[in-house]
């Protein structure tokens, strides 16, 4: 229950700000949906499982943490892929080194 209790509240704090940042994106007119670039939209899905990823990790359970690494890995390459499209080589750089360490605790919780 407490863990329960910690991720609403988490949820409830993030709100405001995924609020503001859909605020943010700017809206599209019904003709420029054919430019559209979607390689940007990767980042929203990465964020969200890297969340996701974070908050399994947290668990005592070896199931969870190990479903963590793995939504972690996904996230990694989620983020590589919007970092190339972008050309953010640091971006590519840290999640290389990210996925390396996800490697090692996926190992660790087999």
Sequence with gaps: M???MGFVGAVMVALPVVE?????????SSGETEN???????????????????????????RKRHAGFVCSLFSNALWVAWGWHVQAFAVIGL????????IHGVRKTD
């Design 20 to 28: 503001a940042l859909v605020k943010s994106i700017p809206r599209l």
């Design 36 to 62: 559209m670039d979607y390689f940007s939209l990767l980042q929203w899905p990465a964020m969200i499982i890297n969340v996701l990823a974070v908050w399994l990790l947290t668990y005592q359970s070896k």
């Design 95 to 102: 999640q290389f080194a990210l996925a390396t360490l996800n």
């Design 2 to 4: 407490n863990e329960r």
